[in-house]
């Protein structure tokens, strides 16, 4: 008997079909939509592996089903979405999909900074909807990026792709990471600093560590009062990290000057969300990622993951 593989997104038949001749595969074929939690409870009594997104809780409850299962393959860098300790219990390997998005995310944090800091959403937006009349001295200004300085929190891979990219554009670039990274220093230039002189100092403050029980919540009103009034905010990282309320309330008030957002504490984000009434604050629908060649290429290392495990390898990328 073929052993049986469950997906929990629709995705593109090119990116599944090499394990179709060898094994049992399910899908979640609903285009758009996340399987329900009762479909993947059913589901999972069966398999013997996961393909999820970072959507899906893989929790106790799943484990508990979940019988047979001896890989779990997470389509993203992160994978909070899982609880580990109940996988190493029983022995069932996790994988996910490093390296692989830093250059595309890298792209989109910083067109995300342009985006913000130009305003260029607003624009298009006003443009669309006829509310462009004439040319202004002072209409859709806003601050420049070149020369201005970058705070990065969290500089791994990603960050540091960011902060080379910040590079061209002349900028003065910050860290604050839990390690020193001194050959980046010394290379490159950037620059150690504590956390509340990277809010200080910084034009830009970039998030980009991943979600754990120390970043959750690391940005709340203290460190937003700490920023300066003409600072823009940018996460790319998880909305956990950030107080959106705090957040909310310190745009509002003009205590500093925008945010750009890819990242929300709940994910689709409530379109009566407080957030999404202020003019100053760019979203973006968790995009990161999201380039064609980038995303094959995750999908093709989670079913490189899955085929190993399942015939006995051991698979690259293995969360320890």
Do not use: C
Not at 8 to 15: D, N, S, V
Not at 130 to 140: A, D, N, R, T
Not at 227 to 255: C, P
């Amino acid at each position: 008997m073929k052993k049986r593989i469950y997906i929990t997104r629709r995705l593109p038949e090119e990116a599944v079909a090499p394990l179709r001749e060898q094994f049992d595969v399910r899908m979640w074929d609903l285009e758009g939509e996340s399987v329900p939690r009762d479909v993947l409870l059913e589901e999972v009594a069966s398999v013997h592996a996961l393909w999820t997104m970072l959507s899906d809780t893989i929790d106790e409850e799943v484990f508990e089903r979940a019988t047979e299962l001896e890989v779990i393959s997470n389509l993203a860098v992160g994978y909070n979405n899982i609880d580990l300790q109940a996988a190493r219990e029983r022995g069932i390997i996790v994988t996910n999909t490093p390296d692989v998005l830093t250059e595309t995310t890298a792209d989109l944090t910083f067109g995300l900074m342009m985006m913000t800091a130009r305003r260029l959403g607003e624009a298009e937006r006003d443009l669309r909807a006829g509310e462009w009349k004439s040319w202004l001295p002072m209409g859709y200004v806003g601050m420049d990026v070149h020369q201005a300085t970058l705070g990065i929190i969290g500089m791994g891979r990603i960050g540091e792709a960011v902060a080379r990219r910040a590079r061209g554009f002349d900028m003065n670039v910050l860290y604050h990471n839990r390690t020193r990274r001194h050959e980046s220093e010394s290379m490159f230039g950037f620059v150690y600093s504590d956390l509340d002189g990277l809010l200080e100092k910084s034009d830009f403050v970039v998030l980009l560590a991943p979600l754990t029980e120390e970043t959750r919540g690391m940005i709340g009103a203290e460190q937003l009062a700490k920023m300066k009034k003409t600072a823009i905010l940018i996460n790319v990282a998880r909305g956990e990290m950030v107080d959106e309320q705090a957040l909310y309330e310190a745009l509002k008030e003009n205590r500093i000057w925008a945010a750009g957002l890819d990242v929300f504490a709940k994910e689709p984000i409530d379109l009566n969300h407080p957030l999404l009434t202020l003019p100053n604050v760019t979203t973006l629908p968790h995009i990161g990622s999201a380039s064609i060649q980038t995303r094959l290429a995750m999908m093709a290392m989670n079913r490189e993951a899955i085929a190993n495990v399942l015939e006995g390898r051991e698979p690259k990328n293995r969360v320890t």
